[in-house]
């Protein structure tokens, strides 16, 4: 295996109904990565992109994305259409194939464009369950009812992920929503759509996020302190949520035991709950200790969750506290689909 | 073509914006085991899939989730059953079956092993709770799409 | 499933349909706007100086940055390449044969494409200057159907040179 590691990150300012097209939400981010790493894009060797055409509103939109990236000359690009999180891996591998030194990876998403609520129904079987237009909301809302009557998650555990999300968004300041308010606080409000609040969802965002990661020498070239990706696993629940056991993430357990999470100290996670009982699921099947490993000190999706970006977006947070110092070890988390269907996590480590 | 006016709106910074509507008419072929289901639906009739383990499935699994087998033993189960589990949708859709507020359940169908999505006509939260029997409401219209469901219903609520 | 097969419905009407707000974004905005007051605005590369038009996405596609100043360009260009169209298709409303042209609008350095006519099919050529011949004023909207084609300006063709690296 080679040496692989994160040496920049950069992530656009969340908002809400920004005016500008897809491809000119890409370019700002693209090009502060590169000036984040210090290098030009005739450096870069491979490009990956993640999105979803159904959440851009544009049938092959990855292909004007390509506007975005000043190919010319032409360049070697791939596309996922998942979370940039997964163009991260497929990065990943065409370094370890020897094939690439230096790969730019970028995930980007308008929420904003439409109602992403309803739209992301599209990500279920299509004979049996999209034509009843569920919702994810309506899937997550499932999910956590499983969780909450399982026990593995109590609606306290929801309510203090929350509460430490809108803080933590509060110091990381590239949020949509931030508050001060305790966890009491937060169940004091009313259940909206059973068994959520609103502080349970996401907040919807537009962004965009964008990493750059390099093989050995040029990683140490590029970056004072690289972030090494020591290991990275994906894995994948059934698509139907019949058919799972919904109060455990299975994939995330297997993908967390794959990449030896346990094998040393954890200082953080990045961990991309986008409603706020995947935190608990997540602490649970990558067997965290709370009291040793800081959750999601970015704040996360639950503040800010720009839809294909905000996965990547962990990589990069968790990434940062390899560059500054802040971590040793850390874990990066992204998840594609309903209630936690599929799963990615790293291991980076700064030694 | 010019002439149809373009429902256009200037945003605050000036930039136009315009709604804009992408739809599919998708026309799927179904494979014999949806096609199976489907038309059983259509005839008011549930029927799911018996995997090797002896799980019955519905809707039903074209291939044994554990051997990859394919599955050909079907099974009638009923129109009632338990919710497993069940969420709130506050504000309805314009495509869900219901077009008042109402709930979302994995409801375990009797006879089943595995249970199935689908909406559930509840006056109110409150009106729902893990375990509760419910029925299905036939749609009108005896199409072989799983809308021929039309809904669920508490059963003596 | 047997004998029965036959009978079953194989094939079901499984549409689906996502509503969007579409943001053109600043410089298609110039582009539309300058469209429905008849006019004709493309967008400057900060980099390589190049002017869009139309300003695709914002961004020069070479240079992977944001397209800077509005330019007006036009109304006449040069035709660069072409194309003749012989074969009827379905939806095609426009009387066969007619000609497919990309065009270079006059300070542009993008080519897009427009109907070509009052020309017989036979007569056009590389080089070849043309103008737009708007629609009735009542009829335009942010399109770039406002143009219902171009048509020949009887000046003398353009030098190869001058649009070849637009090829």
């Excluded at chain 1, 994810?136 to 499983?146: K, N, Q, S, V, W």
């Excluded at chain 1, 409000?189 to 965009?208: C, E, K, Q």
């Excluded at chain 2, 930039?15 to 739809?23: F, H, R, V």
């Amino acid at each position: 295996m080679r040496d692989v590691g994160i040496v920049a990150f950069a992530e656009s300012q969340l908002t809400y109904g920004t005016t500008n097209t897809p491809v000119e939400m890409i370019v700002p981010t693209v090009n502060e990565v590169l000036k984040n790493a210090g290098i030009e894009r005739t450096e870069v060797d491979f490009w990956c992109h993640g999105s979803c055409d159904y959440m851009t509103g544009q049938p092959f939109s990855f292909v004007a994305a390509v506007d975005a990236l000043g190919a010319w000359p032409p360049i070697i690009e791939s596309h996922v259409e998942m979370d940039g999180a997964w163009a991260l891996y497929e990065a990943w591998v065409k370094i370890q194939m020897g094939e690439a030194n230096v790969a730019l990876v970028f995930g980007n998403g308008k929420s904003s464009a439409g109602d992403m609520n309803r739209a992301l129904t599209l990500q279920q079987d299509p004979y049996t369950v999209a034509p009843l237009w569920p919702g994810l909301t309506a899937m997550e809302g499932i999910g956590a009812c499983a969780a909450l009557q399982a026990g593995t998650v109590t609606e306290r555990q929801m309510a203090e992920a929350a509460s430490r999300a809108r803080r933590d968004g509060a110091k990381n300041g590239n949020v949509l929503v931030s508050g001060s308010e305790s966890a009491d606080e937060l169940l004091s409000r009313a259940v909206t759509s059973a068994p959520f609040r609103d502080h349970d969802l996401p907040a919807m965002a537009d962004g965009v996020s964008a990493i750059i990661i390099a093989a050995g020498h040029a990683a140490k070239r590029i970056a004072k302190r690289p972030a090494w990706i020591r290991a990275i696993d994906h894995r994948i629940d059934h698509q139907n949520l019949g058919w799972r056991d919904l109060a455990r993430s299975t994939s995330a357990a297997i993908a967390a035991s794959e990449v030896g999470v346990h094998n040393d100290k954890v200082d953080i996670a990045e961990l991309h709950t986008t409603f706020s009982h995947h935190e608990q699921l997540l602490i649970n099947a990558l067997q965290l200790r709370t009291d040793a490993t800081r959750i999601t000190p970015s704040g996360g999706a639950l503040v800010g969750n720009a839809l294909m970006a905000a996965g990547l977006s962990r990589f990069g947070h968790a990434a940062r506290a390899i560059f500054d110092g802040t971590a040793d070890r850390a874990v990066a988390h992204a998840q594609q689909g309903a209630c936690l269907q599929q799963n990615i996590v790293a291991v980076l480590e700064g030694n | 073509m010019a002439g149809d006016k373009l429902q256009v709106t200037f945003e605050t910074d000036g930039s136009l914006s315009a709604p804009l509507t992408l739809s599919y008419p998708y026309n799927r072929t179904l494979g014999t085991t949806y096609a199976r289901f489907l038309s059983s639906l259509a005839d008011r009739r549930i029927e799911g899939t018996k995997a090797q383990d002896g799980r019955v499935f519905v809707p039903p699994a074209e291939f044994d989730p554990s051997t990859g087998a394919p599955l050909n033993d079907w099974v009638q189960v009923g129109d009632s059953g338990t919710v497993v589990q069940w969420s709130w949708q506050p504000t309805p859709f314009a495509d869900n079956t219901l077009d008042e507020p109402f709930a979302w359940a994995l409801i375990l169908l009797d006879g089943a092993d595995v249970p199935m999505l689908h909406a559930v006509r509840a006056s109110s939260v409150a009106d729902m709770a893990v375990g509760m029997r419910v029925k299905a409401v036939w749609a009108d219209e005896r199409i072989p799409e799983i809308t021929a469901i039309r809904c669920f219903e508490p059963v003596g609520g | 499933m047997s004998d029965k097969a036959a009978d079953k419905p194989l094939r079901v009407r499984m549409p689906i349909g996502i509503d969007y707000k579409w943001c053109a974004g600043p410089a298609s905005t110039d582009y539309l706007t300058g469209l429905k007051d008849g006019r004709l605005y493309g967008r400057r590369c900060p980099v390589c100086q190049m002017v869009y038009f139309p300003p695709r996405n914002g961004v020069c596609a070479r240079d992977g940055v944001m397209l800077g100043e509005s330019v007006e360009v036009g109304p006449k260009g040069t035709v660069t390449t072409f194309c003749i169209v012989n074969v009827p298709f379905l939806g095609q409303t426009i009387k066969l044969p007619y000609v497919a042209a990309t065009i270079i609008l006059d300070g542009a350095h993008l080519g897009f494409s427009h109907l070509l006519q009052e020309v017989e099919a036979t007569d056009v050529r590389m080089g070849m200057r043309v103008e737009p011949v708007w629609r009735d004023k009542s009829d335009w909207d942010y399109s770039l159907e406002n143009i219902s084609h171009f048509r020949p300006t009887g000046e003398p063709d353009a030098p190869f040179d001058d649009y070849a690296r637009y090829l």
